[in-house]
């Protein structure tokens, strides 16, 4: 199993790579495209700030090369927000694999904190990335931008508002939440995208 995380200068990508090894996978760590394009999976992690990852995937064509990819690709956090159509944040046109923005949470009341860290249950959960017993399971989140369910959504989490905690088109899936800081049930749904066919 040949599995590429994308690199570019978004962070987190070395938790990712930990997560894999853990589940026995040696991942590549490349921004080679011939690389990544003979790859059986493809991570796009990251941790960041949406205008100027991708003033910098535009630089590399990084941005036309991610939505272009045949096999099964994985977006985390930022890489699943950058997956979308636009982002609020820098107010920045994206991949646009998935038809949905990215807005950034409204506090309705005192305790609703942005950025929304921490634990929550994910629900719904309707594709390959989830079985029926990660239902309702926590993850651990860290964002302050959100995308609002829609026909992609394909698991929700509420937090001020339900949102989609993870989506799914075609060949492109992605969670919100971290997987890699998730623990037993972030293992899982790794473990559940190496197995995709």
């Known amino acids: ?5 994308i690199k570019y200068n978004a962070g ?13 996978v040696n991942a590549i760590v490349t921004a080679d495209k011939e690389l990544i394009r003979k790859a059986d999976k493809v991570i796009f992690p990251g ?10 995937l535009q630089q590399t064509d990084m941005d036309k090369f991610i939505p272009d990819l045949k096999q099964p690709v994985l977006g985390i956090c930022l890489g699943m927000q950058l997956m979308c159509s636009h982002s609020e944040e820098g107010n920045v046109d994206c991949l646009n ?18 950025p929304h860290m921490g634990w929550n249950n994910i629900y719904n959960v309707n594709s ?9 399971q926590f993850v651990y989140f860290v964002h302050s931008y959100y995308v609002a369910l829609s026909d992609h959504t394909t698991a929700t989490t509420d937090y001020i508002q339900p949102f989609s905690a993870a989506m799914h088109k075609d060949n492109f899936y992605a969670t919100q939440f ?3 800081k998730s623990g037993g049930v972030g293992e899982q749904i790794l473990r559940n995208f190496i197995e995709i066919i």
């Open 47 to 56: 941790v960041g700030e949406a205008s100027s990852t991708m003033q910098y």
């Open 128 to 136: 390959s990335l989830f079985d029926s017993s990660l239902e309702n």
């Open 12 to 24: 987190n990508i070395f938790s990712v790579e930990h997560a894999l090894k853990r589940l026995g």
């Open 1 to 5: 199993m040949n599995i590429v995380i």
């Open 178 to 180: 971290h997987p890699e």
């Open 97 to 114: 694999i998935f038809d949905a923005d990215v807005k950034r949470f409204t506090p309705q009341k005192h305790e609703d904190k942005v």
